[in-house]
């Protein structure tokens, strides 16, 4: 079993910037790959950006792409989406969640956090 928890949510006026963290505990932290979805009042829930278990790959939404990074200590068992130039269209809920692969599909995580807000004003 692993225990997700984010944290960095907030509002944000347009072009600001947030970081988001996501605290594992449990399971051996470096054993998973770990991802960012999120999801928009009245839409599904969406890929965001992965990380590998080392650190060494790293993938992202077309929309984001540019804007948010995805890093991971795993020394702190935390994962972390650096987003700058905020959009009013970020506004959402952001999950962190945990795999044996980093992949943007959905289905393949086996843990997920609670989610943390992200809004967005203009």
């Known amino acids: 079993q692993v225990q997700l928890v984010e944290s960095g949510g907030g509002l944000v006026f347009t072009g600001g910037s947030l970081r988001l963290s996501c605290a594992a505990s449990g399971r051996t932290f470096s054993y998973y790959g770990m991802g960012w979805f999120r999801q928009a009042p009245g839409k599904e829930r969406e890929f965001v950006a992965a990380?590998?278990?080392?650190?060494?790959?790293?993938y992202y939404a077309d929309s984001v792409k540019g804007r948010f990074t995805i890093s991971r200590d795993n020394a702190k068992n935390t994962v972390y989406l650096q987003m700058n130039s905020l959009k009013p269209e970020d506004t959402a809920v952001y999950y962190c969640?945990?795999?044996?692969?980093?992949?943007?599909?959905?289905?393949?995580?086996?843990?997920w956090g609670r989610g943390t807000q992200v809004t967005v004003s203009s």
């Open positions: 990380i590998a278990r080392s650190g060494g790959n790293t």
């Open positions: 969640a945990a795999g044996e692969l980093a992949t943007m599909i959905e289905r393949l995580y086996t843990y």
